[in-house]
């Protein structure tokens, strides 16, 4: 019985067809649920985001390089 590969005529169904396929089908289903779904609140943010944006101060001599005061330059405009 050790290392023997061979598969019997009573061994083979249906059933192991189906296994395979189903798992497929499952793995399939779930990876493009989960692509939908993701694709979905991707949509929502950037709809969201889109009227909520920034008015940037045209006086570039107030801006200096690496400055934590340069968020002073920019004005929220959208709606929060």
Not at 48 to 72: C, M, V, W
Request: charged residues 20%.
């Amino acid at each position: 019985m050790s290392g023997n590969t061979q598969m019997n005529e009573n061994e083979r169904g249906i059933f192991s067809l189906l296994h395979g396929i189903t798992g497929m089908l499952i793995a399939t289903v779930l990876l493009l649920a989960i692509l939908v779904g993701l694709t979905y609140f991707a949509i929502n943010v950037q709809q969201d985001e889109s009227t909520n944006f920034y008015k940037i101060n045209q006086n570039l001599d107030g801006l200096k390089a690496n400055s934590p005061d340069n968020y002073k330059e920019y004005k929220l405009v959208g709606k929060k």
